[in-house]
């Protein structure tokens, strides 16, 4: 039996509060897929949320969690800010989660 660490936790309640804002399943955000541009968006919000969490996650352990480096990560991040400001879309993805308590 594998016990949940607090990261895992909060990984999967990001990964379902993303699925229901965007559509897109868990199993494809945890991909190594990136041909699809709707699932790197829906990567990065996760990405967001678990840095933002009230445990304040480090890129390395939201890395780790994700199966990712700790550089895709503050890229993801930062691409997700640049993109908030200019697309609508993804800000009116980005309000749904914030009305779910997490800051993005």
Same mark, same amino acid.
Do not use: W
């Given at each position: 039996?594998?016990?949940?660490? !607090?990261?895992?936790?909060?990984?999967?309640?990001?990964?379902?509060?993303?699925?229901?804002?965007?559509? =897109?399943?868990?199993?494809?955000?945890?991909?190594?897929?990136?041909? @699809?541009?709707?699932?790197? #968006? !829906?990567?990065?919000?996760?990405?967001?949320?678990?840095?933002?969490?009230?445990?304040?996650?480090?890129?390395?352990? =939201?890395? %780790? *969690?994700?199966?990712?480096?700790?550089?895709?990560?503050?890229?993801?991040?930062?691409? #997700? !800010? *640049?993109? #908030?400001? @200019?697309?609508?879309?993804?800000? !009116?993805?980005?309000? #749904?989660? %914030?009305?779910?308590? @997490?800051?993005?």
């Amino acid at each position: 039996m594998k016990i949940k660490t !607090a990261t895992d936790e909060a990984l999967n309640q990001c990964l379902i509060d993303v699925e229901e804002v965007t559509g =897109i399943k868990p199993n494809e955000i945890l991909s190594k897929n990136r041909s @699809y541009e709707n699932v790197c #968006l !829906a990567r990065f919000f996760v990405y967001a949320m678990m840095r933002s969490h009230e445990n304040g996650f480090s890129y390395t352990q =939201i890395a %780790k *969690a994700m199966g990712r480096t700790h550089g895709s990560v503050m890229n993801g991040i930062e691409t #997700l !800010a *640049a993109r #908030l400001t @200019y697309e609508k879309r993804l800000k !009116a993805r980005a309000k #749904l989660l %914030k009305q779910k308590g @997490y800051r993005i």
